[in-house]
């Protein structure tokens, strides 16, 4: 007797037991006069598929995968940028990068596993084959073995193992799952695999860096323009779990809250380390304390040339004509540290000497 899976879960979740107990006799009653109907007309009997349902719908399953990792991944990058102070065009960029550098690494790694359990699954597949076929008393009494420690009697596992015994090729199936615990490869290529996985990634990636750019012609704060960007991500989280209990078949309001919940440790955790980096990247007095205090007469200050990358250090190739070419001994930096790329610190170093400050001069 089939049953139609659909129907069957409906009378599992039915709270007045008579009423599922109708709901369930009719699932069971109609599916198996659709199989009696397939089989005159000669078509084969539709296996009850949808217990599993990550795996019935593996191709879903697999963009949502990436696309709720690369979210993650996205707004965690854009809150480090907010703590530590980055640019918005180099956050956005940075994220970016590191979105299809991740995004390609996740592929890779998903397909490299589908070809290794597939590799590793026909090996053993084939070993079990030949040893039912060179032993299958050895085979036939693992089994027995194996159903009486789940509570079969002896007499019920060895009629139970001797009738799965007589197709080899179900049988071999059978301990795959039984013994081995080991579900057959999926029927998804590697490439297609890693396809799915890479687009989930990258929807993300297209999505939050977006916003963040929108939200930089509002009039918000830069603590407003994160919230925000949290709540949008929370949002698109509480979507995606939504579509996942879908393939689940659990509740679709608790697993959307549980997913957008997500977003809550990613961007504190993510803020906080950034405005540890910043702490990082500031010279504070005490380190300035401890250079040199010899400095030689100020002359004219040197302006480093503008450019566009808010983090850089800049080696100057000539000095002013005022000074002396600079020697192996002489090293100038200017050192970008802010938001808005201006130089907040240089410091020039010759034989002994340094200056601090502003500005460059030669020291």
Same mark, same amino acid.
């Given at each position: 007797?089939?049953?139609?899976?659909?129907? &069957?879960?409906?009378?599992?979740?039915?709270?007045?037991?008579?009423?599922?107990?109708?709901?369930?006799?009719?699932?069971?009653? %109609?599916? %198996?006069?659709?199989?009696?109907?397939?089989?005159?007309?000669?078509?084969?009997?539709?296996?009850? %598929?949808? +217990?599993?349902?990550?795996?019935?719908?593996?191709?879903?399953?697999?963009?949502?995968?990436?696309?709720?990792?690369?979210?993650?991944?996205?707004?965690?990058?854009?809150? !480090?940028?907010?703590?530590?102070?980055?640019?918005?065009?180099?956050?956005?960029?940075?994220?970016?990068?590191?979105?299809?550098?991740?995004?390609?690494?996740?592929?890779?790694?998903?397909?490299?596993?589908?070809?290794?359990?597939?590799?590793?699954?026909?090996?053993?597949?084939?070993?079990?084959?030949?040893? !039912?076929?060179?032993?299958?008393?050895?085979?036939?009494?693992?089994?027995?073995?194996?159903?009486?420690?789940?509570?079969?009697?002896?007499?019920? &596992?060895?009629?139970?193992?001797?009738?799965?015994?007589?197709?080899?090729?179900?049988?071999?199936?059978?301990?795959?799952?039984?013994?081995?615990?080991?579900?057959?490869?999926?029927?998804?290529?590697?490439?297609?695999?890693?396809?799915?996985?890479?687009?989930?990634?990258?929807?993300?990636?297209?999505?939050?860096?977006?916003?963040?750019?929108?939200?930089?012609?509002?009039?918000?704060?830069?603590?407003?323009?994160?919230?925000?960007?949290?709540?949008?991500? %929370?949002?698109?989280?509480?979507?995606?779990?939504?579509?996942?209990?879908?393939?689940?078949?659990?509740?679709?309001?608790?697993?959307?809250?549980?997913?957008?919940?997500?977003?809550?440790?990613?961007?504190?955790?993510? +803020?906080?380390?950034?405005?540890?980096?910043?702490?990082?990247?500031?010279?504070?007095?005490?380190?300035?304390?401890?250079?040199?205090?010899?400095?030689?007469?100020?002359?004219?200050?040197?302006?480093?040339?503008?450019?566009?990358?808010?983090?850089?250090?800049?080696?100057?190739?000539?000095?002013?004509?005022?000074?002396?070419?600079?020697?192996?001994?002489?090293?100038?930096?200017?050192?970008?540290?802010?938001?808005?790329?201006?130089?907040?610190?240089?410091?020039?170093?010759?034989?002994?000497?340094?200056?601090?400050?502003?500005?460059?001069?030669?020291?």
């Amino acid at each position: 007797m089939h049953r139609r899976i659909v129907a &069957a879960r409906a009378a599992f979740n039915e709270s007045e037991e008579s009423i599922a107990r109708q709901k369930s006799l009719e699932a069971h009653r %109609s599916s %198996s006069e659709d199989a009696m109907a397939r089989e005159q007309v000669g078509t084969q009997a539709c296996t009850e %598929s949808g +217990h599993n349902g990550e795996s019935t719908h593996q191709r879903t399953t697999l963009v949502l995968r990436g696309t709720i990792e690369g979210t993650l991944l996205a707004l965690s990058l854009l809150a !480090l940028a907010d703590g530590a102070a980055w640019p918005p065009v180099f956050a956005r960029a940075a994220c970016s990068m590191l979105l299809v550098c991740f995004g390609a690494a996740r592929a890779a790694q998903e397909g490299l596993e589908s070809l290794t359990y597939r590799a590793h699954y026909s090996l053993e597949r084939r070993r079990e084959a030949w040893e !039912l076929a060179n032993f299958p008393e050895g085979e036939v009494a693992e089994m027995v073995e194996l159903y009486m420690s789940k509570g079969l009697s002896k007499q019920q &596992a060895r009629s139970v193992v001797t009738g799965m015994a007589e197709s080899p090729d179900f049988f071999v199936d059978v301990m795959m799952m039984e013994e081995l615990q080991m579900p057959p490869p999926s029927s998804l290529g590697a490439i297609e695999i890693a396809a799915r996985v890479l687009a989930g990634s990258l929807l993300s990636g297209c999505g939050l860096p977006f916003a963040h750019r929108v939200l930089q012609w509002s009039a918000l704060s830069d603590s407003g323009h994160l919230l925000v960007l949290c709540a949008i991500a %929370s949002c698109l989280l509480a979507a995606l779990g939504a579509l996942r209990a879908s393939c689940t078949h659990q509740g679709r309001v608790r697993l959307a809250l549980q997913t957008a919940m997500l977003a809550v440790p990613c961007t504190l955790l993510a +803020h906080i380390g950034g405005v540890q980096l910043r702490a990082l990247a500031t010279v504070s007095p005490v380190l300035l304390a401890e250079l040199p205090t010899r400095c030689t007469p100020s002359a004219a200050p040197f302006h480093p040339p503008p450019s566009t990358n808010p983090f850089q250090i800049q080696r100057p190739s000539l000095l002013p004509s005022t000074h002396p070419p600079p020697s192996s001994h002489t090293t100038a930096f200017f050192i970008r540290a802010s938001r808005d790329a201006v130089p907040m610190l240089c410091v020039v170093v010759r034989s002994g000497y340094v200056k601090v400050g502003g500005d460059a001069s030669s020291a």
